[in-house]
């Protein structure tokens, strides 16, 4: 298994209570647990990769599922609820294997290029992009004229990453020290 595997096999790896995943996101992004409870029974939220526990046992979250659930809180107003996780899911993916999982450490947020990742729309199709912040305003002008014949696509979210991946690890972090990890 070579470096980027194993960093992302430690980002699936669960290790946050619901308790704690909701201490977290509520400080990242604004979940709250009512929030994520109507997203699980409405089917919006896939079980995490390690499954559903079932009755009676702790469901645990793994910092690629906190990143997935930040994503969403972000995306759900431009995407609507059908296309939501489906978006957050690419966004994730992304993000994880691309700029994530490129850092010496998971936590190590320095090295993270300012990235953005752009959700345009055309038809009923959604497209995440990521773009290089320096590169942004250059990347939406070829988009504009590329598409110039076509239909004008619909820009609709940019999800700055390094700012989301400050906000969630600051809060992973202080989880983890709170519970002497």
């Known amino acids: ?3 980027t595997d194993a960093l992302v096999a430690v980002l699936r790896e669960p290790e946050f209570s619901h308790g704690e995943a909701m201490e977290i996101l509520g400080a990242s992004c604004g979940i ?3 929030t994520l409870m109507t997203w699980y029974k409405r089917d919006l939220v896939p079980l995490p990769e390690h499954g559903n526990p079932g ?3 702790r469901r645990q979250y793994s910092a690629q599922d ?3 659930l930040h994503v969403m809180k972000i995306v759900m107003p431009a995407v609507g609820q059908a296309q939501c996780e489906l ?3 690419d966004c994730t993916w992304i993000a994880v294997k691309h700029y994530w999982a490129t850092l010496p450490s998971a936590a190590d947020t320095d090295g993270f290029p300012e990235v ?3 959700i345009s729309r055309r038809a009923q199709d959604f497209a995440v992009n ?3 912040a320096g590169e942004l305003s250059e990347w939406i002008r070829e988009t504009s004229c590329a598409d110039a014949d ?6 609709r979210v940019f999800i700055n990453l390094r700012e989301v991946f400050v906000k969630l690890l600051a809060r992973i972090a202080e989880v983890k020290e709170k519970r002497g990890k």
């Open 130 to 132: 990521p773009v290089a």
């Open 116 to 118: 953005y990742l752009v």
């Open 87 to 89: 978006v957050a899911h």
């Open 1 to 3: 298994m070579n470096r």
């Open 150 to 155: 076509l239909v004008q696509p619909e820009i």
């Open 66 to 68: 906190l990143l997935t």
């Open 55 to 57: 009755r009676g046992h």
């Open 32 to 34: 709250t647990t009512a």
